[in-house]
């Protein structure tokens, strides 16, 4: 069977990825709606506030309750930045028909519990329950407070902030501490009523149930999501390249130093950079693992991630204070490498396999296609898994070492320890 | 090979133990590309001491993390490098009680395989290789080191536990590692690396015949003796009720873990492991009437969880997360703990729970490498984990009060905790 993609509604997709091996099914509803400094905090908490009730069930302990009795079905909120676009909404999971004892189906009853969230929030005088605002609110600061605990998340949000500062994409998919503190219900509400009426709205399915039947149940669970003047969707500018490359140092009580290292890209050969990007740090075959960890010992880990969108490549590796410089060094060393073509066959092929192993590997989790495709639809692209896997399968060297030619570094983060920094 | 199927989860197993001791364990997945194997020693952090020649030998903490990461050396070079030819990206992790290697790949399944049983069987050290490695070993431990979740975790076992070995970080420290020579790894390779102390399970759409035949041909004819082990004798009492430490973190973080009875091998020990997650889902989970209190109160918070684990001798019910008074968190757990033992579980709200557990039981098998630790996990404690649907049903209302009554009383109570720096 193949995924199909239907329009339900203005501006509101349906996808369709049918499947009978799991054990469960997965239905998926997710605003996407233009990332920004201004909006990400609103945004990330509307779907924790929704989650905590609606009119039919309207606490934890009905709606939990109600989850529970579905076999464990579970619905998370879900916060997703793809690109400078950010995706809010929900994720349901449960048990495949096959599996429920007796004949009960539960696709219509978790696509109506999702209907529910989405359109029959439990409000009073037309406001959500300021307890809930409260408390969630509470949550998100805590949440954004907390990405320091993991310094290694840290470094490299604080990468990408210093290195996109004033564009969309070094916003945190959280929002600011300051502006998610003083979001208003007022505001929560107007943020909610615009989101439902005028951003678009992707849906997906992946499951055993025939496409016709999934439509018939969204359709009936959204039969009241008001539609009106659907906004398109906005697209990613390419991050602008510095002259000077920017340094940032920040000192705490760490023993550990956090090295992050940001690159713009010049090229917009996308197939090129991603298997240049494998070779360079995206695979425990890379140079960046082979050098820099094994062979120098510098540190655990150092990888690098391409930013398809954003035309961007950001290094990550945690090493002692004292071997900054080293490491410095070495990562572009490596980078000059493959910008040369110093490799020898077995990287160029272990690359090629890699990325052809983890695109053949989608369909085998829901998670990973549900994130996927999402990935697709927020970003305005069309191709499938295989479709990408063809373009690496007729990738030929040479484009690749043109492609990395382009990379050139933008912006440097290091975090110290609090002795070093004296 | 013997051919089990399992109606109720709709899953199948083929086993064969072969003339060597080893065990091999397949799950076929047709459908799937993915094919998964997990190859593993029943061989962790906890092994420190043990019978060697009739003598008893102790040897460095870390030491098994150790062998594994350089299990990965061969004669030729590295085992990286043949499986990334064919993009397959080996990986490995050491738990307290066992050690495992581990690939997916959707093409050169055979071959791949063919190497991982190769290298993790053929040991290849020299002095240099393995003094090298004590800088990525020293990095990895640095970043653990300024992990919250690992420090209140590791505190928290040293707090509950007073000998037995399962309290030591499987990483080991800086300085244990640095008594680690290439002749404990070629000892501890011997003794532990032996097929009759492995398992290989293998999930995915493969030829079962096959993976006997390879494994058969590759590993060594003959097995090793059976390793007595000493863990220490483990007096019931918890060492010190309250461990406190402040780190650079956002907020005060907390666990409370409750020191229980151990369980026996066989097929009790996956019952008492079911009823513990039982009791978690029953008393702690996301629908519990406590759950919802404190979250309602702002006590926890979406970071709170909770979990049973079990090991060799050892076995203990923690939960956690942020909070801003964790004592009365701990106070509250006791109360709830009461009055469950004093007034029974809801017979509505159990059975609510009991068909949710399942779900999520039935949910975790989608994940391959899920099946393939818990049928190893399994077989190193001499049960089948895929029988849990039928163990589950023989756990009754009563089990679930008696456990608490025995188990999570104030006495064997311990409270973690990490406090921001100021």
């Known amino acids: 069977m193949e995924e199909t993609r239907t329009k339900l509604a203005p501006g509101v997709y349906l996808t369709c990825l049918p499947a009978r091996k799991f054990k469960t099914s997965l239905l998926s509803a997710q605003f996407v709606t233009p990332l920004t400094e201004e909006n990400a905090a609103v945004n990330a908490l509307l779907p924790a506030v929704l989650r905590r009730g609606t009119m039919q069930y309207p606490d934890m302990t009905s709606l939990n309750a109600q989850l529970d009795n579905l076999y464990g079905a579970q619905v998370d909120y879900t916060v997703r930045k793809k690109a400078e676009s950010h995706c809010v909404g929900f994720v349901a999971s449960f048990i495949d028909d096959a599996f429920v004892p007796g004949k009960e189906t539960l696709l219509e009853k978790v696509a109506s519990l999702l209907g529910q969230l989405i359109c029959e929030p439990v409000t009073r005088n037309g406001r959500f329950l300021p307890e809930y605002v409260e408390s969630e609110r509470a949550n998100l600061v805590d949440t954004i407070r907390g990405i320091l605990n993991d310094k290694r998340d840290y470094a490299e949000l604080r990468l990408l902030q210093e290195m996109c500062c004033g564009e969309p994409y070094g916003v945190s998919r959280f929002g600011s501490e300051q502006r998610a503190e003083k979001i208003s219900a007022q505001k929560l509400y107007a943020t909610y009523t615009d989101l439902i009426s005028s951003t678009r709205l992707e849906l997906f399915y992946c499951g055993s149930a025939a496409p016709e039947r999934v439509q018939d149940a969204l359709l009936n669970a959204l039969s009241t999501l008001p539609r009106e003047n659907v906004r398109p969707l906005t697209l990613t500018e390419v991050h602008t390249p510095r002259g000077e490359i920017k340094t940032t140092t920040e000192a705490m009580d760490v023993t550990q130093g956090k090295l992050g290292m940001g690159f713009s890209c010049g090229s917009d050969d996308f197939p090129a950079l991603l298997m240049g990007n494998t070779l360079f740090g995206g695979s425990s075959n890379s140079k960046l693992f082979l050098n820099v960890r094994e062979k120098l010992s510098l540190c655990y880990y150092a990888s690098s991630i391409y930013h398809r969108q954003k035309g961007l490549i950001t290094v990550s590796s945690g090493i002692e204070f004292e071997n900054y410089q080293r490491a410095y060094d070495e990562i572009l060393t490596q980078l000059k490498a493959v910008q040369e073509g110093k490799m020898d066959d077995w990287e160029l092929e272990g690359a090629r396999s890699t990325l052809l192993n983890a695109y053949a590997s989608i369909g085998d989790s829901q998670v990973k296609l549900e994130n996927f495709y999402l990935g697709q639809a927020a970003t305005g692209q069309e191709e499938t898994p295989e479709e990408l896997a063809e373009q690496i399968r007729r990738m030929d060297d040479k484009r690749i070492f043109e492609a990395m030619q382009s990379v050139k570094l933008d912006t440097v983060y290091f975090l110290k320890g609090k002795e070093a920094a004296e | ?422």
């Open chain 2, 1 to 422: 090979m013997k051919e089990t199927f399992y109606e109720r989860i709709g899953e199948s197993a083929l086993r064969e133990v072969l003339p060597n001791g080893l065990m091999v364990c397949v799950v076929p997945k047709p459908d799937f590309a993915n094919k998964y194997a997990f190859f593993a020693t029943r061989y962790g952090g906890m092994d420190v001491r043990f019978q060697k020649d009739g003598a008893w030998l102790n040897t460095p903490a870390g030491i098994a993390h150790y062998l594994e990461h350089k299990m990965f050396d061969t004669k030729e070079g590295n085992a990286l490098q043949e499986l990334a030819k064919n993009g397959a990206e080996p990986n490995a992790f050491t738990s307290n009680a066992m050690t495992g290697y581990y690939f997916d790949s959707t093409d050169h399944f055979e071959e791949n395989l063919k190497i991982l049983l190769s290298f993790v069987s053929i040991p290849y050290f020299t002095d240099e290789s393995v003094a090298k490695e004590q800088g990525i070993i020293g990095q990895e431990i640095r970043m653990i080191e300024d992990n919250p979740d690992w420090q209140i975790y590791n505190r928290m076992m040293h707090a509950m536990y007073q000998n037995n070995a399962g309290r030591i970080s499987v990483a080991g420290s800086i300085e244990s590692i640095k008594e680690i020579t290439a002749q404990t790894l070629y000892d501890c390779h011997k003794a532990f690396y032996t097929p009759s102390n492995m398992i290989l399970t293998v999930v995915g759409d493969v030829d079962p015949v096959h993976i006997v035949d390879l494994a058969r041909s590759v590993l060594p004819r003959e097995g090793g003796a059976v390793i007595p082990r000493d863990y220490g004798e483990e007096p019931a009492a918890v060492g010190e009720k309250e461990t406190t430490t402040k780190m650079e973190v956002s907020c005060p973080q907390f666990l409370v873990g409750y020191k229980c009875t151990p369980a026996q091998d066989g097929e009790d020990f996956l019952r008492r492991q079911l009823l513990g997650d039982f009791a978690c889902d029953l008393l702690l989970g996301e629908s519990s009437p406590l759950y919802l209190r404190l979250y309602e109160q702002g006590l926890i918070n979406g970071t709170f969880g909770s979990s049973f684990e079990m090991l060799p001798g050892m076995a203990y019910l923690y939960a956690g997360g942020d909070s801003k008074d964790a004592k009365t968190v701990v106070a509250e757990i006791q109360k709830e703990v009461d009055r469950v033992i004093r007034e029974g579980l809801d017979e509505a709200y159990y059975q609510q729970v009991r068909r949710a557990s399942f779900g999520s039981m039935l949910r975790d098998l989608n994940s391959f490498e899920n099946i393939a630790v818990s049928l190893t996990e399994g077989y190193f404690h001499g049960y089948d984990t895929l029988r849990f649907p039928q163990v589950f049903d023989t756990i009754e209302k009563e089990d679930v009060t008696a456990f608490l009554k025995e188990n999570l009383t104030e006495e064997h109570t311990v409270l973690s905790q990490i406090l921001p720096r100021a």
